[in-house]
């Protein structure tokens, strides 16, 4: 079984050892370095091309957005998931736009983070359909509101959106449903062709202001 390369970046040492200790205790996961700020991040990130990077937010010389965004122009193929305590929408916004897959809050407990690195790991994008309505905004898709008709998605399409924005893989969404994950993946296409999007976190968005989230979720 391939291991999943996680480099933990976090300038407090304490907090630090605490995820490395998390990450540290699953069979599939390795922790192949740890930083304690981004400019250091992106130093190790190149020696020794990680899957996946736990990034701070706030750090000394460099901080976690500016860290995201120059260390997937040195290791494009590294996915970032932002751990932070902040819960300012801006904050989350900008990491996302700076090339993070994900946010948790440093308040998850140690089953939340390992849940989140295994869906960055696989391809997903873990984000709080709460926080969609604005996301739109920043992330470029249409602020004006759509009824459900107009966005022209199949009742298999709408499920499948949201197994995306509860942040299911495509794997996750084929075992879920009883399909293959080409099946899955055919149904992103079109969900994404519809939506006229380019992300699962815009499909999250765009679904969200169109009220197919909460539809979905209270249909028995």
């Known amino acids: ?21 998390v990450i540290a205790s699953q069979e599939d996961m390795q922790v192949v370095a740890e930083a304690e700020n981004g400019r250091e991040a992106i130093e190790k990130a190149r ?9 701070d937010l706030s750090m000394p010389v460099m901080g976690g957005v500016e860290a995201t965004r120059l260390l997937l122009e040195v290791v494009p193929g590294a ?30 407990d140690p089953e939340e983070l390992v849940r989140a690195v295994t869906h960055i790991a696989q391809g997903g994008v873990i984000i709080s359909p709460a926080m969609a309505p604005k996301l ?14 107009e966005l022209g998605l199949s009742p298999r399409e709408r499920e499948i959106l949201a197994l995306i924005a509860d942040g299911l893989t495509d794997r996750e969404i084929a075992e879920e449903l009883f ?9 992103l296409k079109n969900i994404l062709t519809k939506l006229q999007v380019k992300s699962r976190a815009q499909i999250v968005a765009r679904g969200a202001r169109a009220g197919l989230l909460d539809e979905t979720r209270e249909s028995p």
Not at 47 to 55: A, G, R, S, T, Y
Not at 139 to 148: A, C, I, L, T
């Open 136 to 149: 739109l905004a920043e992330v470029g898709v249409s602020r004006e509101p759509q009824k459900r008709e």
């Open 79 to 108: 996915n970032v998931l932002m751990l932070t305590i902040s819960e300012k929408d801006e904050d989350l916004f900008d990491a996302m736009k700076a090339g993070a897959r994900g946010y948790i809050l440093k308040g998850a």
């Open 47 to 55: 020696e020794v091309q990680p899957d996946i990077v736990i990034m």
């Open 179 to 187: 399909i293959s994950v080409n099946t899955a993946k055919t149904h």
């Open 1 to 21: 079984m391939e291991q999943i390369k996680v480099l933990v970046v976090d300038d407090h040492s304490l907090f630090r050892g605490s995820v490395v200790g």
